[in-house]
T-cell receptor, first 116, second 111 residues
Framework: DGGITQSPKYLFRKEGQNVTLSCEQN?????MYWYRQDPGQGLRLIYY???????QKGDIAEGYSVSREKKESFPLTVTSAQKNPTAFYLCASRGKGLAGVRDTQYFGPGTRLTVL | GIQVEQSPPDLILQEGANSTLRCNFS?????LQWFHQNPWGQLINLFYIPSGTKQNGRLSATTVATERYSLLYISSSQTTDSGVYFC?????????????FGRGTQLTVWP
């Protein structure tokens, strides 16, 4: 069954700790993305990667880091430098959709991070 | 970057009613997608529609690229249609695939 998985679903972190959010896809998509969503807001882009071993900063990259060592995986680390990390984090990948439409972006179920 | 504005911000309907959601964007686009975010946070693709009209069951969408807007129509709404509807665009000329999102329309459908 093709799709995007994110784990964990809920994550609690103490201030000063780094945490890593997992994102895996088996859609054979080259491009992957991380977004942040705050209550009542749209999605904002954190980082994106168009190909393995390459990634670019999005609009709000400060306090975050990523890696892209495998096509299937694009983990996001929320570091202690991120001042307000409590948010909903969504991972996406881009490729040909189910209807054969190119450039369709598909999303995972998300991770809710709460800093205590 | 490109600006994306959605209206209305909130919409409350009774089951069976029809509705129209609007998305205005400030520049030409390669890609426009409509998404539905369910109460659990999952974003579901509704339409990939950089131009033209598409229909899928009770939902349809029209994008008038020359006038920089898109409309999402929901007919005979059901309680399961509740959630947030997002419009997202990729600026023309971009090859990066990144999408710019509007702030969404929060739809509540009452039985």
């Amino acid at each position: 069954d093709g799709g995007i998985t994110q784990s964990p679903k809920y994550l609690f972190r103490k201030e000063g700790q780094n945490v890593t959010l997992s994102c895996e896809q088996n859609l054979n998509h080259d491009a992957m993305y991380w977004y942040r969503q705050d209550p009542g807001q749209g999605l904002r882009l954190i980082y994106y990667s168009q190909i393995v071993n390459d990634f670019q900063k999005g609009d709000i990259a400060e306090g975050y880091s990523v890696s892209r060592e495998k096509k299937e995986s694009f983990p996001l680390t929320v570091t202690s430098a991120q001042k307000n990390p409590t948010a909903f984090y969504l991972c996406a990948s881009r490729g040909k959709g189910l209807a054969g439409v190119r450039d369709t972006q598909y999303f995972g179920p998300g991770t809710r991070l709460t800093v205590l | 970057g490109i600006q994306v504005e959605q209206s209305p911000p909130d919409l409350i309907l009774q089951e069976g009613a029809n509705s129209t959601l609007r998305c205005n964007f400030s520049d030409s686009v390669n890609n426009l997608q409509w998404f539905h975010q369910n109460p659990w946070g999952q974003l579901i693709n509704l339409f990939y529609i950089p131009s033209g009209t598409k229909q899928n069951g009770r939902l349809s969408a029209t994008t008038v690229a020359t006038e920089r807007y898109s409309l999402l129509y929901i007919s005979s709404s059901q309680t399961t249609d509740s959630g947030v509807y997002f419009c997202a665009v990729e600026p023309r000329g971009s090859t990066l695939g990144r999408l710019y999102f509007g702030r969404g329309t929060q739809l509540t459908v009452w039985p």
